[in-house]
C-alpha cells in the first residue's frame, strides 16, 4: 500500500471555521498566500459497514483473491440489491450498514432502521449496529470451509467496531466537548478534525442541520468530504457511498459548485480511483484555481499514477498558489519518491514550524517520524510519533509508526502490545499484516495461529472494500504474495500495474511474479521499482532476492546488503530472511 494513499493520507482539507449561523457560508478562495517553500528550500527539480450479514464473504489467508466479494449476495438468491435513496428523478445509492446489501427476507425489519438506507437518509440510526456487524464479520471469517468462527470472534469484533457507522461517534464528547460544533463551511475539513471526535461530532450536527435545510448545497458538499475523511482515518469504507450521495446532492443543487467537486476528486483518491480523482481536481481547479484540496489531490493522482515529473510541477503549483500543510507534506513526498530526502525533511520541517492544531501537528510529526524509520533512524522516529501522540494520543499513524520502530529496536514485546491496539481499534491491512508478521517472528505457542487470524481478517476488509466501491487490488497483491494465494497475487499484481505504473505497483507485481516462480519476468519490475532512488528497505530487498533467483549473485548480495544498512528492521520476516541470504552467500 502506497504510504500516502493508504487511509490515513495526508490532510487535504481546507480549514473549517465554525461559526453560528453559517452551516452552507462558502468563503471566497481568490488570492494566493504570499509564503511558499520555494523560498526556504532547493529548487524543485532537484533529484534526488460491512454489507448486511450473510452477504460478502472472506475467503481464508491462503486463497486471498483479486474480487472474491466484489458482489455480495444475499445467501440463496445469486443476486445483489442495493438501498436507494429517492431524490426527484434522482436514485442515489447510499452507505452506512446498509449499503450495497442483499436482504434476506428474515432480515426484513432489521433492514428498515439500518443506516443510510432510505428511511434514514443521513447515516443515523446506529443503536443496533455493532450487533449486526460483528455477525456480519464472523460470517466474513468463516469464508467457503467454515473456518473456526469461534475462535476468531474477538479479531471479528474488532473489526466490526472500526466499521461500524455508531462506533466512530464515541470519541464525539472527548477532551469534554459537551456540544457537538457544527462545521460551518462547505470548502473543506478542518485537519484538526481528522485526529479526534470534532469530525465525529460536525458529521452528527450537519446530519442534523440537513435534515431541516436539505437544499444547502454548501451543507451536502461539507458533509460528503467529512464521510470521505471519515472513512479513510477510521478504516470504514461504508462511509463511501454516503460521501458520493451527499457530494451528488450539493451539485445537483447547484452544479459546477467547486468544493463539491473537490470532494469528488478526494472520494475517487479514496477509492484508489486515481484517474477519476484527477478528473474532477482538474474540474474543481477550472472553477477555483486556488482550491487547497483540489491541488492537493492533483498532486497526489499524479503520483499514484506514477506520473512523477507531472507531479513535482503540480508541486510548485500548489506551493505557489496555496502553501500550507497539505501542499507541503506532498511536496516533500514527491521529494522523497525521486530520493531527495533531505530536501522532504527540510519541508516537512518547515510545515511542522507553521503547524498550530493538534491534527496538523499529529500529521506532520508522523510523517517526519515515517521519514526517519524509513532511513533506520529509529532514536529520531521515535521522538517524532511521540511529539504526534502528545498533540494526539489516540493518532494512528502515529501509534502504528510508534509500535512499527519498537520492533525494529528489538523491543517486540511493545511493538505486538502497540500493534495489537492498533488493529483492535481500527483493523486496517497493513498493521494488520505487520501484527501477524510479529507473531510470526515471536513464534511462541499459538502465535502461528494468531498470525493466520490477521492475515484473514485483512482479506476481510478486503472483501468489505471492494463491496464499498474500493479497489484494493494492491492491497490483495501484497497480502496474497507472502501470506496467500500465490495465483491471486498475480493476478491483482497485473491489474493494479494495468491501470498505474508506480513504484509501489512495479514492486508489487515484482514480487507477485517471483513467488509465482516467474524470476525472469520479474527482474525487470523490481529494477523499476528502485529506479527513482526512493530508499525503500522492503524495494532492495524484493530486488536482491530476485536478482539472486537470477543468478545474478553480486547484485543480489549488493541488494540485500543495502536494504539492511538504510533500514535493518524495515520487517520482522523480511529483514530475517535478508540476513539469512546474505549468510547463506558467504
Not at 279 to 286: F, I, M, N, S, V
Request: hydrophobic content about 40%.
Amino acid at each position: 500500500m502506497s504510504p500516502r494513499t493508504n487511509d490515513n493520507a495526508a490532510p487535504d482539507a481546507e480549514k473549517a471555521t465554525p461559526t453560528e449561523n453559517t452551516v452552507g457560508a462558502t468563503p471566497t478562495e481568490n488570492t494566493a498566500p504570499t509564503e511558499n517553500i520555494a523560498e526556504v528550500t532547493p529548487d524543485a527539480s532537484t533529484a534526488g459497514t460491512a454489507p448486511d450479514a450473510g452477504t460478502a464473504e472472506a475467503t481464508p489467508a491462503e486463497n486471498i483473491t483479486a474480487g472474491t466479494a466484489t458482489t455480495p449476495t444475499a445467501p440463496g438468491t445469486g443476486t445483489r440489491t442495493r438501498d436507494t435513496v429517492v431524490d426527484e428523478d434522482t436514485e442515489v445509492p447510499v452507505g452506512g450498514a446498509g449499503a450495497s446489501k442483499a436482504t434476506p427476507a428474515d432480515d426484513s425489519a432489521e433492514a428498515s432502521s439500518a443506516p443510510g438506507t432510505a428511511d434514514d437518509p443521513s447515516g443515523e440510526g446506529v443503536a443496533d449496529g455493532t450487533d449486526r456487524q460483528v455477525a456480519a464479520v464472523r460470517r466474513l471469517s468463516q469464508s467457503q470451509r467454515r473456518w473456526r468462527a469461534a475462535q476468531l470472534g474477538f479479531c471479528a469484533a474488532a473489526l466490526a467496531v472500526a466499521m461500524t457507522a455508531g462506533a466512530v461517534v464515541l470519541g464525539a464528547l472527548r477532551d469534554g466537548a459537551t456540544t457537538p460544533a457544527v462545521a460551518a463551511v462547505s470548502n473543506g475539513v478542518s485537519p484538526q478534525l481528522l485526529a479526534s471526535g470534532d469530525l465525529d461530532a460536525s458529521i452528527l450536527s450537519l446530519q442534523a442541520h440537513l435534515r431541516t435545510q436539505p437544499k444547502d448545497f454548501g451543507g451536502w458538499a461539507t458533509l460528503g468530504l467529512a464521510y470521505v475523511e471519515q472513512a479513510r482515518t477510521k478504516g470504514d469504507p461504508s462511509r463511501y457511498p454516503q460521501a458520493q450521495e451527499a457530494l451528488a446532492r450539493s451539485l445537483k443543487l447547484r452544479p459546477d459548485y467547486d468544493p463539491a467537486l473537490a470532494g469528488r476528486a478526494a472520494l475517487a483518491a479514496a477509492r484508489h480511483d486515481f484517474a477519476g480523482a484527477l478528473k474532477y481536481a482538474d474540474l474543481t481547479l477550472k472553477q477555483n484555481p486556488y482550491s487547497e484540496r483540489a491541488l492537493s489531490s492533483r498532486i497526489d493522482a499524479l503520483v499514484e499514477l506514477g506520473r512523477y515529473d507531472e507531479a513535482s510541477k503540480a508541486a510548485d503549483l500548489a506551493d505557489s498558489r496555496r502553501p500550507g500543510v497539505p501542499v507541503f507534506t506532498r511536496y516533500a513526498y514527491v521529494h522523497e519518491l525521486r530520493g531527495d530526502v533531505k530536501t522532504a525533511r527540510r519541508v516537512l520541517e518547515q510545515a511542522l514550524a507553521t503547524a498550530t492544531s493538534r491534527g496538523d501537528i499529529s500529521y506532520v510529526t508522523s510523517a517526519l517520524g515515517q521519514l526517519a524509520w524509513n532511513q533506520g533512524d529509529y532514536h529520531s522516529a521515535l521522538t517524532y510519533y511521540a511529539r504526534a501522540l502528545a498533540a494526539d494520543d489516540n493518532y494512528l499513524p502515529a501509534l502504528e509508526g510508534r509500535a512499527r520502530t519498537q520492533a525494529a529496536l528489538g523491543d517486540r514485546a511493545a511493538a505486538i502490545k502497540g500493534m495489537e491496539q492498533v488493529v483492535q481499534r481500527y483493523p486496517l491491512p497493513q498493521p494488520l499484516l505487520e501484527l501477524g508478521e510479529l507473531y510470526e517472528a515471536r513464534g511462541a505457542a499459538g502465535d502461528a495461529r494468531k498470525a493466520h487470524d490477521q492475515y484473514t481478517l485483512v482479506n476481510a476488509w478486503i472483501s468489505l472494500a471492494h463491496a464499498y466501491g474500493v479497489n484494493a487490488d494492491l492491497d490483495t497483491a501484497l497480502a496474497a504474495a507472502d501470506h496467500g494465494d500465490h495465483k491471486a497475487a498475480l493476478a491483482a499484481a497485473r491489474a493494479e500495474w494495468a491501470r498505474r505504473h508506480t513504484v509501489h505497483t512495479a514492486d508489487a507485481l515484482g514480487w507477485a511474479l517471483h513467488v509465482s516462480g516467474r524470476d525472469a519476468e520479474a527482474l525487470p519490475y523490481a529494477r523499476q521499482a528502485t529506479a527513482t532512488g526512493y530508499r525503500n528497505a522492503s524495494f532492495l530487498y524484493h530486488l536482491g532476492v530476485i536478482e539472486r533467483a537470477n543468478g545474478h549473485t553480486d547484485k543480489g548480495r549488493t541488494a540485500l546488503k543495502a536494504a539492511l544498512d538504510l533500514n535493518p528492521g524495515f520487517s520482522p520476516l523480511g529483514a530475517r530472511e535478508a540476513r539469512k541470504a546474505l549468510e547463506a552467500a558467504k
